[in-house]
């Protein structure tokens, strides 16, 4: 480990020299990785599907190394883990092989809960990662649909979105790319039949679709964040919790810290994806 | 025995401005780009391009060699998107049809096992259906009814592959993790041509790997080039891997017409050994 590796922490104190658990409080990178690492428990015996990048890939092997055992993980290509490695370490025992063509076939078989990321989101859930602007003639294309048509009818889906903001959270996407719930519901049965959107997670927030007609709802607020920051970044009306108040995100406890910090992501990749 | 092995030139030589062609690997990731640099040479124009795309969609793009795309992506992988082809799509200089990347998998599929399409759930509700009005969905005969996207074969004239090993019939092995869906191109395709690190003698095809790795059949198989780098600078293992440094000096001079202009100069302005050698000379000067 390195000196590099102290991120700044939300509130006093922090991860000491070296970024070994003292007992600070969690950055906002962490709360994230539990976050999204929250929408795998109950998931069982299938496939944690990570689009990639630090935080979604450490919460998948974080709800395996705790709360979710018999969650199945991969390499990132196409070896399924028989342990659980830091991010972009190798793993040592190899209990399975996922190429491509089968991740395609396993997205229709459907045991597998996918967390997908998305350049536009609207308030029902369609996620935009083809191109900005016109299909026709882009403004900026970006990937292509890739997977997101199939895998939002096909499997639970979950969203993580490293930057809450207003270009991101629209009231329409220029490209329907992963299907939200009235999509889903006008392409009729065999689209609604597996659709199932679990929750988006932010570097503000955790939001599902439980508002009526699969609208998205504000679920909780990371610690030392305002309602009224989601609101004022969110390009669409949100629906509230009922109850009128918003909990706070859970903060990790000291065993997830320290897998985190010790074990997962000793490099501290998590904080270039969520800095602060 | 039918020996089957011709030069890249005699492959690309063989092709025609206006078909369609297959192009297998992934992203950026096992693409025949030998085959590939010898398209740019040529005087070939008009391709229609169907492939999990990547480096090799985006130097035809580049060229100017394709009018349509058919891809559910164009990625580079290490670096997510691919430039040349943000231009051609931005510029309006191609045609393109984008399927959901099962979907594209099932086109193969219904291509390789010559049937007219294959059902799945997959693009329905999404802007797939509006941006190609031209897909149908049909309805289950039996009592579930279900109404699913019906995905046409994705039929090609000529499919390029780029393996580890092959031999003079035809026979091609991969040696990496992954056979991506190379096998469907070959099945899929009238013609296919594959280019391989190394030619060996039929019996030395299992000495090299496991007979599972023998993806290609001889049958499928027009013509077989060795072509050593000639999946440079994608993936190739476990021969090599990506050229990352390769990779990114490739992106970073689409940002700007000179700077490519000096890339195609340095790079690509002669044949594969030209360009092999270019490319071992950049590598020594920057180790």
Known sequence: ?276 | MRDKTMSVEEIVGSLESGMTIGIGGWGSRRKPMALVRAICRSALEDLTVVSYGGADVGLLCAYGKVSHVVAPFVTLDSIPLEPHFRIARQTGAVRFTEYDEGMFMFGLLAAAHRLPFLPTRAGLGSDVMRVNPGLRTVRSPYEDGEELVAVPALTMDVALLHLNRADRRGNAQYLGPDPYLDDLYAKAAGRCYVTCERVVDTAGLLKEGPVQSLLISRSMVTGVAETPGGAHFTTCEPDYGRDEAFQRMYAGAAADPAAWAAFQERFLSGDEAAYQDAVRHAREESP
Request: hydrophobic share 40%; net charge negative.
């Open chain 1, 1 to 276: 480990m390195t000196s590099e590796t102290t991120g700044s922490a939300i509130g006093a104190g922090g991860p000491g020299p070296g970024g070994v658990d003292d007992g600070g409080p969690a950055t906002r990178a962490e709360v994230c990785v539990v976050a999204c690492a929250e929408a795998f428990r109950g998931d069982g015996e299938i496939l944690a599907a990570g689009i990639g990048g630090a935080i979604t890939v450490l919460a998948a092997r974080l709800a395996r190394l705790t709360f979710e055992p018999d969650l199945i993980t991969h390499d990132g290509v196409c070896l399924l883990t028989g342990d659980v490695p830091a991010l972009g370490e190798d793993p040592e025992v190899i209990e399975g092989w996922l190429p491509f063509r089968d991740h395609l076939w396993l997205v229709l078989q459907g045991r597998r809960h996918v967390m997908l990321g998305a350049s536009q989101i609207d308030k029902h859930g369609n996620t935009n990662i083809s191109c900005i602007g016109d299909w026709a003639r882009p403004k900026s294309q970006l990937l292509g649909v890739r997977g997101a048509p199939g895998n939002t009818v096909c499997d639970p889906t979950s969203y993580w979105i490293p930057r809450h903001s207003p270009r991101v959270f629209v009231p329409r996407v220029d490209m329907v790319s992963g299907v939200g719930y009235d999509r889903a519901a006008e392409a009729g049965a065999s689209a609604t039949r597996f659709h199932d959107l679990r929750r988006v997670v932010t570097n503000l927030a955790v939001l599902d679709f439980g508002a009526p007609g699969g609208a998205m709802r504000l679920v909780s607020v990371h610690p030392g964040v305002t309602v009224r920051d989601v609101v004022a970044s969110t390009g669409f009306d949100l629906a509230l919790p009922g109850g009128g108040t918003v909990p706070e995100t859970r903060s990790p406890t000291t065993e997830e810290l320290r897998l985190l910090r010790e074990t997962l992501d000793p490099a501290s990749l998590r904080t270039r994806e969520v800095p602060g």
